[in-house]
Antibody, heavy 116, light 111 residues
């Protein structure tokens, strides 16, 4: 069974940092693009970052460029999102998802709340 | 990259059909046959129900169908059931070196 399990969310003050992790099982992680998709409370979906199979190509939505960094460890079957300089508008559920544009496998999400 | 345009709400009675539109531009929906649709129930992760405009992943009922004309894609749900009540999001490929783009979502109510 394909499974993505996110962790690392929580409450952080504006300007703070968090590192999200996504543990992958049930498919060959190293052969797929992976993404982080977020959903602010009551709002729609937004793909914020994506990384290619070997980690050499990375793309970000404009609003997080320079603050967020996506990475992966194929040996550990894990995806990461380092989030720095967090803002209130980054408050959202963050989903780990397989694929660059189309995602057939999703995690359950982890909530990030940015508030003082 | 601007979001794709979806109606905020749609509704239908059990057994009826409903169609949800998703309008983009020639740079996304109109330019590629890579439109996807996701179903999301409250508090749950999105579920892929249509990929590449018309393809249904294994396990998705054939009551769900997709199509595209020009810059507008559509999702049709036939034989509406109570469990179809959910939010539906479209997304489209928008070229290499991009993240793709989502629609704003449509809340489907089964009356």
């Amino acid at each position: 069974e394909m499974q993505l399990v996110e962790s690392g969310g929580g409450l952080v003050q504006p300007g703070g940092s968090l590192r999200l992790s996504c543990a992958v099982s049930g498919f060959t992680f190293s052969t797929y693009w992976m993404s982080w998709v977020r959903q602010a409370p009551g709002k729609g979906l937004e793909r914020v970052a994506t990384v290619n199979e070997d980690g050499n190509e990375k793309f970000y939505v404009d609003s997080v460029k320079g603050r967020f960094a996506i990475s992966r460890d194929n040996a550990e079957n894990s995806l990461y999102l380092q989030m720095n300089g967090l803002r209130a508008e980054d408050t959202a559920v963050y989903y780990c998802a397989r694929g660059q544009h189309t995602s057939v496998v999703w995690g359950q999400g982890t909530l990030v709340t940015v508030s003082s | 990259q601007s979001a794709l345009t979806q109606p905020p709400s749609a509704s239908g009675s059990p057994g009826q059909s409903v169609t949800i539109s998703c309008t983009g531009t020639s740079s996304d929906v109109g330019g590629y046959n890579y439109v996807s649709w996701y179903q999301q129930h409250p508090g749950k992760a999105p579920k892929l129900i249509i990929s590449e405009v018309t393809k249904r992943p294994s396990g998705v009922p054939d009551r769900f169908s997709g199509s595209k004309s020009g810059n507008t894609a559509s999702l049709t749900v036939s034989g509406l059931q109570a469990d179809d009540e959910a939010d539906y999001y479209c997304s489209s490929y928008s070229g290499s070196h991009t993240l793709g783009v989502f629609g704003g979502g449509t809340k489907l109510t089964v009356l």
